[in-house]
């Protein structure tokens, strides 16, 4: 991989600049994507933008930034996204600091804004070598989030068009899918989530799917599947509640989404599971009615004081077969099990030894 420094003075990369919605933000004479279509918006305060532009008038040292070579030969920030909108949005007279645009500022200030060269890492190799490289740099200003990271590399109309539905409040996903899933559109959450959720169907990683697609001139597979899995979760589980934010629908889908299930049913399980208080885990819920494990929901386990009381009453004998233990080696097991109406209270107590207690469990 080759890396090296150059110092690039102001008036070559706000030349042509252009901030745009459907174009995204270029620069250095269009042949600097600044921030591609419907990728994080700008998200500098004010007072962050503004020590840009006053550490740039002191003449002072910005943090350098860092570039990537296209294979076009154009170039794409990978760090540095923030400062560089922040003084070509200062130069075109989108703001003004102290009440002084740039067209207020004298000749030779201007002069000394345009000369000021920006210290900047320009990476050449293959997409694991800049992803890797990224990853290391990525260390100071505004954090990138994993999957920033990944849309620093695997650039193209594909992503572009992810962007699209995925990237921006407001978005197709957030006006589908807001009340199910964690994470923001601008940093990048719900675009990571959806091929997380593709590419663990195919049990491929998410820089799998965004190497093999990159080059696609849409992203259709990705937005169709994302609205069939959104659209199966609202079919299944119709009345929604709160502990259904976050779960991992996708994966769900990928599982269960072949069987077949009552819709009516399950909203009479999910009420009365929610109301049980051996249940300690609510959003295990969902999974639970998909696939039958106990482990989903957490159910509450003994106290040690009720294990203690069952121990003494069994005088450390195992229920099951029958041998003698110390407490420390026997475990507190449901009489009649959770599933089967048994509660977590003493009178439902016994002790069993760490074998017959795995048996137990097995069968």
């Known amino acids: 991989m080759k890396i090296k420094l150059h110092e690039i003075p102001i008036r070559e990369v706000v030349e042509g600049f252009v901030d745009s919605a459907e174009n995204g933000v270029v620069g250095y004479s269009g042949k600097l994507n600044i921030r591609p279509a419907f990728q994080r918006e700008f998200i500098y305060k004010d007072k962050q933008r503004d020590e840009v532009i006053r550490t740039v008038i002191k003449n002072y040292p910005l943090n350098v930034m860092y570039w990537v070579k ?97 990237s921006k409040t407001g978005c197709p996903a957030y006006a589908i899918a807001s009340d199910y899933l964690n994470g923001s559109p601008i940093r990048q959450s719900y675009l990571e989530t959806a091929i997380k959720w593709i590419a663990a169907r195919d049990s491929k990683e998410i820089e799998d799917y965004m190497a093999a697609h990159q080059h696609d001139t849409n992203c259709n597979e990705l937005w169709l599947y994302f609205q069939a899995v959104m659209s199966w979760v609202k079919a299944t589980f119709p009345n929604y509640r709160k502990e259904m934010k976050g779960l991992e629908w996708g ?45 989903h929901l957490s159910i509450r386990a003994f106290t040690p004081k009720m294990a203690r009381a069952a121990y003494e009453k069994q005088k450390g004998v195992c229920s099951k077969c029958k041998e003698h233990f110390k407490f420390d080696e026997m475990q507190a097991d449901h009489i009649t099990p959770w599933s089967k109406g048994g509660k977590t209270t003493p009178e439902n107590c016994q002790m069993l030894c760490a074998d017959c207690n795995r048996r137990k469990s097995n069968v």
């Open 251 to 295: 994966i769900f889908h990928n599982k269960y989404s072949t069987g077949k299930y009552d819709p009516k049913e399950f909203e009479t399980r999910i009420a009365e599971l929610m109301e049980d208080e051996d249940v300690t885990k609510n959003s295990g819920i969902y999974e639970y009615l998909l696939n039958g494990d106990e482990k």
């Open 70 to 166: 296209c294979d076009d030969g154009h170039f794409e920030v990978l760090d540095g996204q923030q400062r560089t909108i922040s003084v070509c949005q200062y130069v075109n007279g989108f703001y003004t600091i102290d009440h002084m645009g740039f067209n207020n500022l004298t000749q030779a200030e201007r002069q000394q804004i345009l000369d000021y060269p920006l210290m900047i890492y320009i990476c050449e190799g293959t997409d694991k070598e800049k992803l890797e490289w990224f990853k290391i740099i990525n260390i100071a200003g505004e954090q990138l989030t994993a999957q920033e990271l990944r849309n620093a590399i695997y650039t193209g109309e594909w992503l572009t068009e992810s962007k699209k539905y995925f």
